[in-house]
């Protein structure tokens, strides 16, 4: 790698449709570029005007994905963390909102006095200052922004218009635009069709930004003379059409970007002094594990969103990293917790060889997973609660072993005769609901001998946060001497964070979300624990 380097910026926009994988995209390229040497990391820019994703309903926008420092972010960041290992923060994500809180603050300081705020440029220098923001660290080779929403959206408009203007003001060799779109497939004609790509296209040049490489999704392999046509069309090189064919896993995307040259397309451009291959030898291990699992196992996952997909997008992939791990496919079937009954519980989890419950909030499907819980924890079936899951469970115990049936959390009964679930003291106050949450890493001591302390092979730990309410220490030794052990707490304020069943196979709810730090590279230790548990049970 050359020493004097400046750092490339690579940015990605989309066109067509929506929900292409755009993420998918620049954490495969910057996979490819990192597994060269290159120090990379991914940023996205979200036009829509929530200062962050945290106020927004997960059926809105997906899960919310919480980085080490305390951000609520788009889920895109966890593929990120996922592809590269890397950790992100929160100058990884940028809204709309946060741009227009920096330039309104700065406005009411007198920072702009006598001037007319406008968005051109006050809003695009915004723009441009937080895209150039972490490359100024000198901590990366390269930085790729992926620009959320559709070229053309009202929306993304600035944030076209901060592109244009970097690859106006950087030298040439120091930025590259890729632009994402869909090649439709008409199967009544049994052709593909290239017209939306090149109004796509055109509507981004209007705008001035002249993509460098177009990346086509498409369910059908794209032939070269068809290449040759959009290339022609959209004012671009043959070589730089490329075709992202669907994927069996999206782990192989960066396999089939990489034959498709992105990689090498991008470090020529870039003028990168770097044309070692890269080396991927770790990643294909896993990739062939996931391909070729010799078992399986069935997990159920019981939440509130689950009939969308992304809603708990970390837990999917979790067990995807750590099915890897144990050699087996993890079949992960979603409940909806608001479906399930005293009546229907067996049931519905008779095929179940673990339960997961999962995080959330609100009233909506809490006895639903309070009726999972029991069922899991009465049939020595392996369990993992996370957050609200965890929450759950220390209710189901407060009401049917310490025989509490007013036992609930504070936050669905403020009034409830035995809150076990409470508000934290510094959350009392709070009245402002966006960012206020106990937010990110905080780290956490074992209990040694206990399952959690085997598990992670280590008795301090950090893992992340998002939440207002905790385990109420007042009944802390009621449920020790019942049977529920708190085996990790917080070493300064003494907050319980995991409890467990010491004479259950395997049950453990957690405070915090394993499930952000789980990669490829390093699948979670609980998420290989309930896999192992119930492979076992199996
Ligand atoms: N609603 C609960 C709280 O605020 C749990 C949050 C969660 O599951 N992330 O404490």
């Known amino acids: 790698m050359n020493p004097v380097m400046n750092t490339k910026y690579i940015f990605i926009t989309g066109g067509v449709a929506s929900s292409l994988g755009k993420g998918i995209i620049a954490s495969s390229l910057a996979k490819l570029l990192q597994a060269r040497g290159l120090r990379v990391t991914i940023q996205k820019f979200d036009p829509y005007i929530n200062i962050d994703p945290g106020t927004l309903n997960p059926y809105e926008h997906g899960e919310c994905y919480v980085t080490e420092d305390g951000a609520e972010t788009d889920l895109d960041l966890g593929h ?28 009411r300081e007198g920072a702009y006095l006598g001037k007319t705020v406008q968005i051109v440029p006050h809003i695009t220098d915004e723009i441009k200052r937080r895209m150039l923001l972490l490359g100024r660290t000198g901590e990366y080779d390269v930085i790729l922004t992926e620009i959320g929403g559709t070229v053309g959206d009202m929306e993304s408009q600035p944030f076209i218009e901060a592109v244009r203007q970097l690859q106006w003001e950087l030298p040439e060799e120091d930025c590259m635009s890729i632009h994402l779109t869909l090649i439709p497939y008409l199967s009544a004609a049994r052709e593909l069709k290239t017209k939306p790509t090149q109004h796509s296209v055109q509507t981004l040049q209007q705008s001035g930004v002249k993509p460098d490489v177009i990346v086509c999704r498409t369910e059908h392999p794209l032939s070269t003379e068809l290449r040759r046509k959009i290339a022609l069309f959209c004012n671009v090189k043959p070589g730089h059409v490329i075709q992202s064919i669907d994927a069996w896993s999206i782990y192989q995307v960066p396999l089939n970007m990489h034959e498709e040259h992105l990689d090498e397309l ?32 069935n997990i159920v996952l019981v939440g509130k969103y689950v009939e969308l997909q992304d809603a708990y997008k970390s837990i999917q992939e979790a067990f995807v990293h750590a099915g890897a791990a144990k050699d087996c496919h993890v079949n992960v079937q979603t409940l909806q917790s608001g479906q399930i009954t005293p009546d229907n519980v067996a049931s519905l989890l008779q095929g179940a060889d673990g339960i997961l419950v999962a995080p959330g909030f609100g009233e909506r499907g809490l006895e639903g997973k309070v009726c999972a819980i029991r069922y899991a924890r009465e049939k020595g079936i ?14 189901e115990f407060a009401r049917d072993v310490l025989g509490w049936p007013d036992a ?36 956490c001591r074992l209990e040694p001998g206990s399952l959690a302390a085997s598990i992670y092979g280590s008795t301090e730990i950090t893992e992340r946060h998002r939440h207002r309410y905790e385990f109420n220490s007042e009944y802390l030794d009621a449920f020790q001497q019942a049977g529920l052990k708190a085996t990790g707490r917080n070493p300064e304020t003494g907050l319980v964070e995991v409890v467990e ?12 979300h394993p499930e952000y730090k789980s990669t490829p590279e390093r699948p979670h230790p609980l998420f290989q624990g309930l896999v192992q548990a119930a492979l076992k049970k199996r």
């Open 80 to 107: 990120y963390e996922r592809f590269l290992g890397v950790y992100t923060s929160k100058a990884n994500n940028v809204t709309t909102g946060k741009i227009y809180h920096t330039v309104i603050t700065k406005e």
């Open 266 to 297: 991008a470090v020529r451009k870039l003028q990168i002094d770097n044309y070692s291959q890269p080396e991927l030898t770790r990643w294909k291990v896993f990739l062939d594990r996931i391909r070729h699992p010799s078992r399986e196992v």
């Open 382 to 395: 392996p369990f993992l609660g996370i957050c609200l899951g965890m929450q759950m469970c220390v209710v």
């Open 408 to 443: 609930a959390s504070a936050e669905v009964n403020p009034q409830a005769g035995h809150p076990v679930i409470c508000l934290m003291e510094d959350q009392k106050a709070t009245t402002i609901k966006g960012g206020t949450m106990r937010l990110g890493a905080y780290a």
């Open 501 to 512: 069943l010491p004479d259950h196979p395997f049950f453990i709810g957690v405070q915090f």
